[in-house]
T-cell receptor, first 115, second 114 residues
Framework: EAGVTQFPSHSVIEKGQTVTLRCDPI?????LYWYRRVMGKEIKFLLH????????ESGMPNNRFLAERTGGTYSTLKVQPAELEDSGVYFC?????????????FGNGTRLTVT | AQSVTQPDIHITVSEGASLELRCNYS??????LFWYVQSPGQGLQLLLK??????LVQGIKGFEAEFKRSQSSFNLRKPSVHWSDAAEYFC????????????FGKGTKLSVKP
């Protein structure tokens, strides 16, 4: 099966610009998660979709971040306007809807650099 | 506060030597514990997990980890390291109902000397 796919793999933008990251989960996985790793820090949870609904968005840092999952398939994470501290690697993960025992399948991440 | 501590940022071991990566956690409920590995340019891959039962869990690639509740630890071990094990390793904790809202440590980067 195809894994979790993230686009782009790298993005370099200037402060104040907008960037949209995309995640295609494994087909049939209802759970979709966004995580972020800022340089030298922990990987931090951002939010969780179950199908098209936001289940938990407690990790979203502020209202410059907007995540969507229209139709319950792929998801986008938009940062508008981007700030320097948004630089980092954004990971997407997915899992089937079978409870806590489901392992997360991670994508390769998008490395975002804001200059 | 809930947290995961990986005290070693970077470890270098010789190929064939044994390995132990440390992980301590602080979590208010019964923890679910995970070890993930990230090879260069790749996503995170699950090595093993502990939910309940036997406190010594076996994972992929010859790795194992032992859950010690009294020490709040979940250290990862491998008896003989291979050059292909060079990667970054992450310990994570979650709980019942937390779904994928995991708390990760900062990671330990493993280098392997020939």
């Amino acid at each position: 099966e195809a894994g979790v796919t993230q686009f782009p793999s790298h993005s370099v933008i200037e402060k104040g610009q907008t960037v949209t990251l995309r995640c295609d989960p494994i087909s049939g996985h209802d759970n979709l998660y966004w995580y972020r790793r800022v340089m030298g820090k922990e990987i931090k949870f951002l939010l969780h979709f179950v199908k098209e609904s936001k289940q938990d968005e407690s990790g979203m840092p502020n209202n410059r971040f907007l995540a969507e999952r229209t139709g319950g398939t792929y998801s986008t994470l938009k940062v508008q306007p981007a700030e320097l501290e948004d630089s980092g690697v954004y990971f997407c993960a997915s899992s089937p809807l079978t409870g806590d025992n489901s392992p997360l399948h991670f994508g390769n991440g998008t490395r975002l650099t804001v200059t | 506060a809930q947290s995961v501590t990986q005290p070693d940022i970077h470890i270098t071991v010789s190929e064939g030597a044994s390995l132990e990566l440390r992980c301590n956690y602080s979590y208010g409920a019964t923890p679910y514990l995970f070890w993930y590995v990230q090879s260069p340019g790749q996503g995170l891959q699950l090595l093993l997990k502990y939910f309940s039962g036997d406190t010594l869990v076996q994972g992929i690639k010859g790795f194992e980890a032992e859950f010690k509740r009294s020490q709040s630890s979940f250290n990862l071990r491998k008896p003989s390291v291979h050059w292909s094990d060079a990667a970054e390793y992450f310990c994570a904790v979650g709980g019942r109902g937390s779904q994928g809202n995991l708390i990760f440590g900062k990671g330990t980067k493993l280098s392997v000397k020939p």
